[in-house]
């Protein structure tokens, strides 16, 4: 099942794991299971093997995934909110900006997303108004599509500031 949470309270005085806080609420640490986090503007593994920075810049509030040896990094921004999914090749640490053959969504921060088969599905983000999106978009690997997911009423509220994960039960 997919599923997807609101980031967690925590003491100020507490260390955080990977340093990552929410931009809106400072006292808030984003989970991302130690697994890649933002140090310095710089996307780093949990065993702290600095990437070369993306052409895309420095970026905050974005997604990472890792799908077939690759990093993927949606959306995100450096001044202004983006649409953009780079990868990021696992083997070699060279960048590329991924062309889809539909329309991608529109620009998200502060969002999640998660790999799901053959598939990474992204869901919330901060809206220009300043509150939470509740649309679901998945991209297809395979065909570098992107689908967007009709809303239902039983989905979760919008929300922003999230983190998502896969569990195999």
Known sequence: AVRFCR?????PAQKFRCGL??????????DCKGKHFVSSSVLMS???????????????AYSAVVFEGAMFVFGG??????????????STYSWSLVQPSSNPP????MHAAVVHGRSMYVFGSL????????NVYIFHFDSASWETVTRDSSWPSPRACITGEIRLD
């Open 21 to 30: 806080l929410c931009p809106l609420h400072p006292k808030r640490q984003l």
């Open 46 to 60: 949990a065993t702290a093997k600095l990437l070369p920075e993306p052409a895309c810049g420095r970026l905050t």
């Open 7 to 11: 980031s967690v309270s925590t003491p």
């Open 127 to 134: 809206s220009d108004a300043g509150s939470g999106m509740g």
């Open 77 to 90: 921004t450096n001044g202004e909110k983006n649409n953009e999914l780079w990868k990021c090749d696992l």
């Open 106 to 109: 529109p620009p998200h921060a």
